[in-house]
């Protein structure tokens, strides 16, 4: 039985004995004390139950008493629809709550490494990954890794318990844990090597991985250890060819990535792993404007790298042009999205949050200062143009940024893959107006 589990035997029991909340006490030994089965029942809303399960998993000790009050108010207290208040203080605290819960969850996902163990009498290897996340989310975030990695066996170890899978069955047990003692193994090795692989000096900003790869994580990150080596590499390569104009963009670039991470001029953060930024040369002559990040950027942090920009290198390469020329981005810096069962399916950017990302999109346009910026789906031509338009209509028309740049509208890479029969007519207009580009 889980500590939420045990919570809501003792919280149903208080309702049913018409305990309130200032008188229900969740300190010291929290569930030792005995209570009565509760012999009413109650019904709240489904959102509340995912609420207070999501709420629970945070590391705040007072989350049990504020869960019972908020319990406490909705089933006795008559205020059914008490989730709907944006400005009551409870709710705002409980969904803080969960919001930090599922941010711990994606970063679980993002930053989990596995080794490989020494495997039973027929050599069938154990993975095992030690994590240190900052709330128990190890039971929310285990299914990702079980879909993910199905065909092989591990256990994930955290200070608040474990999860293992042995290619049947999910399994748990509760802590405390400690990290396990050990050397570093050849797949450890591997991700270092990965890791040095991708690094570019000339073009890497370890600011910015600093900061999408938070400190408290780097202990157990095999790649981590590379940051501090392959800054110096690059801070060495720079100062034996020295470029005044690109030391100045790496400085607008750290400043920018940081104020972009810390941005809350909406709300979209609040469920987001982490801002994603545009990527690309400074000095691109096109620049590619989609509508948001997609799960997989969410995670990655980079731009076009999910199903959407797997289409969109392919649609690159048959228009003749090539991506590491031109700079990539999106209208909205942060994933928007809405849970269905284990996914989380992308939604939409609302019009303010287009607007108030408008800021960035705009720093990145006077930094790149392309000739032509292509808008790839409805998102990025209002947030272009600054208007409404009809993707089917605007291509092929002849536009203008307010920066004097050749603005061309066409369809955005997930059209293909939601366009069924019309998928390949999508495709090829795609591919189409990014030869147009490319023509200048």
Same mark, same amino acid.
């Given at each position: 039985?889980?500590?939420?589990?045990?919570?809501?035997?003792?919280?149903?029991?208080?309702?049913?004995?018409?305990?309130?909340?200032?008188?229900?006490?969740?300190?010291?030994?929290?569930?030792?004390?005995?209570?009565?089965?509760?012999?009413?029942?109650?019904?709240?809303?489904? &959102?509340?139950?995912?609420?207070?399960?999501?709420?629970?998993?945070?590391?705040?000790?007072?989350? /049990?008493?504020?869960?019972?009050?908020?319990? #406490?108010?909705?089933?006795?207290?008559? !205020?059914?629809?008490?989730?709907?208040?944006?400005?009551?203080?409870?709710?705002?605290?409980?969904?803080?709550?969960?919001?930090?819960?599922?941010?711990?969850?994606?970063?679980?996902?993002?930053?989990?490494?596995f080794n490989e163990r020494a495997g039973d009498v027929e050599g069938d290897p154990l993975y095992e990954a030690w994590f240190e996340p900052e709330h128990d989310v190890v039971r929310r975030?285990?299914?990702?890794?079980?879909?993910?990695?199905?065909? @092989?066996? #591990?256990?994930?170890?955290?200070?608040?318990? $474990?999860?293992? /899978?042995?290619? %049947? @069955?999910?399994?748990?047990?509760?802590?405390?844990?400690? %990290?396990?003692?050990?050397?570093?193994?050849?797949? !450890?090795?591997? /991700?270092?090597?990965?890791?040095?692989?991708?690094?570019?000096? $000339?073009?890497?900003?370890?600011?910015?991985?600093?900061?999408?790869?938070?400190?408290?994580? /780097? %202990?157990?990150?095999?790649?981590? &250890?590379?940051?501090a080596r392959l800054s110096r590499q690059r801070v060495s390569s720079d100062d034996a060819a020295p470029s005044p104009r690109w030391a100045a963009h790496v400085q607008v670039d750290v400043a920018e990535a940081k104020d972009l991470d810390a941005c809350r001029r909406c709300s979209l953060w609040e469920r987001a792993t982490q801002a994603v930024p545009g990527a690309g040369p400074e000095q691109a002559t096109i620049m590619l404007v989609g509508e948001q990040p997609g799960d997989e950027e969410d995670l990655r942090g980079k731009p076009f790298v999910g199903p959407a920009g797997r289409v969109l290198d392919r649609a690159l390469v048959e228009a003749g042009l090539s991506r590491d020329e031109i700079y990539v981005t999106n209208a909205v810096k942060h994933f928007k999205w809405e849970p269905r069962g284990k996914r989380r399916l992308h939604k939409t950017p609302a019009q303010q949050e287009i607007e108030a990302c408008h800021l960035w999109l705009e720093q990145e346009i006077a930094r790149v200062a392309p000739r032509v910026i292509v808008a790839m789906g409805a998102t990025a031509a209002f947030a272009l143009t600054g208007r409404k338009v009809s993707i089917g209509s605007s291509r092929g028309a002849s536009l203008k940024h307010t920066s004097g740049a050749k603005l061309i509208v066409t369809y955005h890479p997930s059209a293909v893959l939601r366009g069924e029969d019309r998928s390949e007519q999508i495709y090829d207009a795609l591919r189409e107006d990014l030869a147009r580009a490319g023509m200048g």
């Open positions: 039985m889980t500590a939420f589990d045990r919570w809501r035997e003792r919280a149903r029991a208080l309702l049913a004995n018409g305990t309130p909340p200032e008188n229900a006490s969740f300190d010291g030994g929290l569930f030792d004390e005995a209570v009565a089965p509760a012999t009413t029942p109650y019904r709240i809303p489904r &959102a509340l139950a995912e609420l207070l399960e999501a709420a629970a998993c945070n590391a705040d000790p007072q989350r /049990w008493a504020l869960m019972y009050r908020v319990l #406490w108010r909705v089933a006795r207290g008559g !205020e059914h629809d008490l989730l709907d208040d944006p400005a009551d203080a409870d709710v705002v605290r409980l969904k803080g709550m969960a919001r930090a819960v599922d941010r711990e969850v994606h970063r679980m996902h993002a930053f989990v490494r975030a285990a299914p990702f890794f079980r879909d993910r990695f199905a065909g @092989m066996r #591990w256990i994930i170890a955290t200070p608040q318990g $474990a999860a293992a /899978w042995d290619r %049947k @069955m999910l399994s748990f047990t509760e802590g405390p844990l400690r %990290k396990p003692e050990g050397d570093a193994d050849s797949q !450890e090795s591997l /991700w270092r090597t990965y890791y040095a692989s991708i690094f570019n000096p $000339a073009r890497m900003n370890t600011d910015l991985m600093r900061q999408h790869m938070p400190q408290r994580y /780097w %202990k157990n990150m095999p790649e981590a &250890a590379e940051i």
